[in-house]
């Protein structure tokens, strides 16, 4: 396999089964976004790896479950430990295969870590519903099984971390598949805490499409844990069907911010510009339509237009590179589709971006689009990249019709000095989880996922946590 650069981290990428590394008869490459070339090859789990990982994981899952759930706790701590102790190896690796700038792995390294010890603090202690003359009744939450934890490609080590912690805390054995974009990170991560899970606890498997609908089919697999786009949660959701498998799918965002007239433009055009942008745009959670008042909307473009044109785009381990590559050539031409057909948008104006950079690799300058209303493609859909339409609007109940009109409803945020008022206003947005004066970032101690055509179920929080479980109601008949 060509190995070279992931070599020099002392790195040979393997699939981790039950605990125990192994190579795969076949691989396949992994893309460089910066350059558009493959840097390396990685395994490609087979039928009988993909057998071997669920039998070990339900052979082990009733061992595991007995265990103590404080002592399940030290175990993903440990595991955390593990992944911090690695912490810039594992970014790295991130920046080689994703193109996110090495700060934003690190700190992507960072929050995964936090996020395993955040879902850890949820109570899963039976609950007494009713105690009385006819009885005490509690509720007990009992694990599924085998989960399979499937990530996507744009944030691969933050959006698992949580999900293989939820799943071993409540007493479910878990297989991670990463996506086949950027599996090498995941794989790194199985190899650095392949010692510290019992055996047939946790596996990782790469691979391409037909290892995650293997898993989504499989009648050994108790549940799927998805985050992707909403076509292929769609897909998930097909292949489980006929199992009745448990779901949570963490799913695509069309998330809408309203900039109220009472703002300090130039203070909050950065985190506007940030909210959208962030990781080239590729952010289910990012800003994706912004609604500003009419009265401060000219100064509002013009700001977030300059931002743009001074944002430094660039291979991510160049020095003061601030975003990188949009992550994989189907991503790149469907952000262009979006541009080009922006361009033939009566009255609308690309004021900044429009263009893919001059150079190898998926570099889209990041563009701001304004003077374009609902109906139109960019408006509608998710374009899943550096570009953002600017929408003007006159009263807060025309915004917050508009933001709702979307088949989309996961995340959304009101920018004020107002907080009371922004309050109020956030509460109205048909999302998920909605912010006030912020957008992107949550800690998994709370719950989110989206409404709608967003996802079904939650990550996080007791919500999300206990959806790793079923519900047992214990009747106990009054004997005294």
């Given at each position: 396999m060509k190995t070279d650069n992931v070599r020099t981290l002392g790195f040979i990428p393997l699939q981790l089964i039950g605990g125990k590394l192994e190579h795969s008869p076949n691989s396949f490459a992994v893309i460089d976004p910066s350059t558009g070339e493959s840097f390396a090859e990685c395994p490609n789990a087979s039928k009988s790896q993909i057998e071997e990982a669920i039998g070990q994981a339900r052979a082990a899952q009733p061992k595991w479950a007995a265990i103590d759930a404080t002592k399940r706790r030290d175990y993903v701590t440990r595991f955390a430990e593990r992944v911090l102790e690695n912490k810039e190896a594992i970014a790295r690796l991130i920046t080689m295969e994703q193109g996110k700038p090495l700060a934003a792995s690190l700190g992507e390294v960072q929050r995964a870590a936090d996020?395993?010890?955040?879902?850890?603090?949820?109570s899963i202690e039976p609950e007494v519903l009713r105690e009385d003359e006819r009885g005490r009744v509690e509720l007990h939450y009992k694990p599924l099984g085998v989960i399979a934890a499937i990530t996507p490609w744009n944030?691969?080590?933050?959006?698992?971390?949580?999900?293989?912690?939820?799943?071993?805390y409540t007493g479910n054995t878990v297989i991670l598949k990463p996506s086949s974009n950027t599996p090498f990170s995941s794989l790194f991560m199985a190899k650095?805490?392949?010692?510290?899970?019992?055996?047939?606890?946790?596996?990782?498997?790469?691979?391409?499409?037909s290892l995650g609908q293997l898993l989504c089919e499989h009648p050994d697999i108790a549940k799927v844990n998805f985050t992707g786009s909403v076509p292929t949660g769609k897909r998930v959701m097909?292949?489980?069907?006929?199992?009745?498998?448990?779901?949570?799918?963490?799913?695509?965002?069309?998330?809408?911010?309203?900039?109220?007239?009472?703002?300090?433009?130039?203070?909050?055009?950065p985190k506007l510009f940030f909210g959208a942008f962030g990781l080239a745009g590729q952010v289910c959670m990012a800003i994706k339509r912004l609604y500003v008042h009419e009265s401060i909307y000219d100064r509002m473009v013009e700001a977030l237009s300059r931002i743009a044109k001074e944002t430094v785009l660039g291979n991510g381990f160049e020095e003061g590179v601030q975003m990188g590559p949009v992550q994989n050539k189907q991503q790149f031409d469907e952000v262009m589709a979006f541009i080009e057909d922006t361009k033939n948008v009566p009255g609308a104006r690309i004021t900044a971006g429009g263009y893919a950079l001059d150079r190898p690799g998926y570099f889209i300058a990041p563009t701001v689009v304004a003077d374009i209303k609902e109906g139109t493609r960019l408006v509608d859909e998710e374009p899943f990249g550096p570009i953002l339409p600017v929408l003007s609007f006159k009263t807060v109940d025309e915004a917050v019709e508009r933001a709702n009109n979307s088949e989309f409803g996961l995340g959304g945020s009101v920018w004020t000095r107002d907080i009371k008022r922004g309050a109020e206003i956030a509460a109205r947005l048909e999302a998920g989880f909605t912010w006030v004066n912020h957008h992107v970032g949550t800690t998994r101690d709370l719950p989110f996922g989206g409404i709608k055509e967003s996802g079904i179920g939650r990550n996080g929080g007791e919500i999300g946590v206990k959806s790793d479980m079923e519900a047992q109601v214990v009747f106990i008949p009054d004997i005294s």
């Open positions: 996020s395993m010890l955040e879902v850890c603090t949820i944030v691969p080590i933050a959006l698992a971390a949580p999900k293989i912690a939820a799943a071993l650095v805490t392949a010692n510290i899970l019992p055996e047939g606890v946790f596996s990782v498997l790469a691979g391409g499409g097909a292949s489980a069907a006929s199992t009745l498998k448990r779901l949570t799918l963490e799913l695509g965002g069309n998330d809408a911010a309203i900039v109220l007239d009472d703002v300090d433009v130039e203070e909050i055009a």
